[in-house]
Nanobody, 128 residues
Framework: QVQLVESGGGLVQAGGSLRLSCVFS????????MGWFRQAPGKEREFVAA????????HYADSVKGRFTISRDNAKNTVYLQMNVLQPEDTAVYYCAAVDTGSSIVVISTEVWEYEYWGQGTQVTVSA
């Protein structure tokens, strides 16, 4: 069974940066597309960023494009989300997610329903 453990959340002032990490275990990490999602109080969970199994393809929500960077280290079974120029509207619980896409083709998933496994979430709070 796949397990995902996020870390790196916290409280930061507007304009600051945070780096989230998500450690994957239980299966072959390099077979999985990885994504980051977030959920603010009273709102639905929304897509933030995703990366293909080999790191060759990435995709971002328009709201974070140019400020956030997703990356992965397949040797460490870890996916990262570097968040720069954080704004109060970025405040949310951030979730790491995984979906088995295999390693023969490069695909990206951006929808909540497409992902099979989820972490427990890490809180990011950005003060004005």
């Amino acid at each position: 069974q796949v397990q995902l453990v996020e870390s790196g959340g916290g409280l930061v002032q507007a304009g600051g940066s945070l780096r989230l990490s998500c450690v994957f275990s239980g299966r072959t990490f390099s077979n999985y597309c990885m994504g980051w999602f977030r959920q603010a109080p009273g709102k639905e969970r929304e897509f933030v960023a995703a990366i293909s199994w080999n790191g060759g393809v990435t995709h971002y929500a328009d709201s974070v494009k140019g400020r956030f960077t997703i990356s992965r280290d397949n040797a460490k079974n870890t996916v990262y989300l570097q968040m720069n120029v954080l704004q109060p509207e970025d405040t949310a619980v951030y979730y790491c997610a995984a979906v088995d896409t295999g390693s023969s083709i490069v695909v990206i998933s951006t929808e909540v329903w497409e992902y099979e496994y989820w972490g427990q979430g890490t809180q990011v709070t950005v003060s004005a």
